[in-house]
Each structure stands twice: as structure tokens, then as C-alpha cells.
């Protein structure tokens, strides 16, 4: 079993920053990708970053410049750090995994965290 646990969300003023933490855990091989996906009231999930294990990133236009991904391999988790904070940036952010399981095949599968809120007040 995997579990991806994400911590660091909360209540910002614009222009403030929040950093968001997430953590894989369980039967991990080898994570690929790790991703922060975001949804905001009545739109879709869409990604905001997402670093390779070799370290490449990719940003969402909408955050290039201020939100910065990053990742500790040996601890199996991704960090989000978010910069001059936009009211247009709340949303609940998801952390997202490629992972090879221990003891399967060499198929990878994707895991979502639970959602940690972020809400920015003008």
C-alpha cells in the first residue's frame, strides 16, 4: 500500500507564501514523477508543477516565476514552495506520484494525496 500525504496549506494574505509538503509512504520501489495538481470551486484539477526524479520541472504558465517544485529523493517527497500568493490561487492542492510498487511488476501507478487547502484573502 501507498500512502501520499500532503501538509503545509492554510490562510494567506495576497502576496504572502505557503510551502507544501508531501510524503509517500509504504511498498515504494521508485517514484518518477511527482506532481501539485490544484481545484478550485467549480472548475477542473489542473496541474501546477511537476518535477522528474532527475530533477527536470514544468510549470503552469499561471504560477512560472512564482511557485518553485522540488523534491528529496531519499525521502521520497516533493515540496511546493509558493511566492507572491494570488487570490486566484486558492484552490485544494493535490500531490500526485508515479510509483513503482516493491515486489510487482515494472508498471508504475498513480497516487493522489487527500488535498490540503490553500486560500488566499485579497
Known amino acids: 500500500q501507498v500512502q501520499l500525504v500532503e501538509s503545509g496549506g492554510g490562510l494567506v494574505q495576497a502576496g504572502g507564501s505557503l510551502r507544501l509538503s508531501c510524503a509517500a509512504s509504504?511498498?515504494?520501489?521508485?517514484?518518477?514523477?511527482m506532481g501539485w495538481y490544484r481545484q478550485a470551486p467549480g472548475k477542473q484539477r489542473e496541474l501546477v508543477a511537476v518535477?522528474?526524479?532527475?530533477?527536470?520541472?514544468n510549470y503552469a504558465d499561471s504560477v512560472k516565476g512564482r511557485f518553485t517544485i522540488s523534491r528529496d529523493n531519499a525521502k521520497n517527497s516533493a515540496f511546493l514552495q509558493m511566492n507572491s500568493l494570488k487570490p486566484e490561487d486558492t484552490a485544494v492542492y493535490y500531490c500526485?506520484?508515479?510509483?513503482?510498487?516493491?515486489?510487482?511488476?515494472?508498471?508504475?501507478?498513480?497516487?493522489w494525496g487527500q488535498g490540503t487547502q490553500v486560500t488566499v484573502s485579497p
Open positions: 500526485n506520484a508515479d510509483i513503482r510498487l516493491m515486489g510487482g511488476d515494472a508498471r508504475r501507478y498513480a497516487y
Open positions: 509504504g511498498s515504494i520501489f521508485s517514484i518518477n514523477a
Open positions: 518535477i522528474t526524479s532527475s530533477g527536470r520541472t
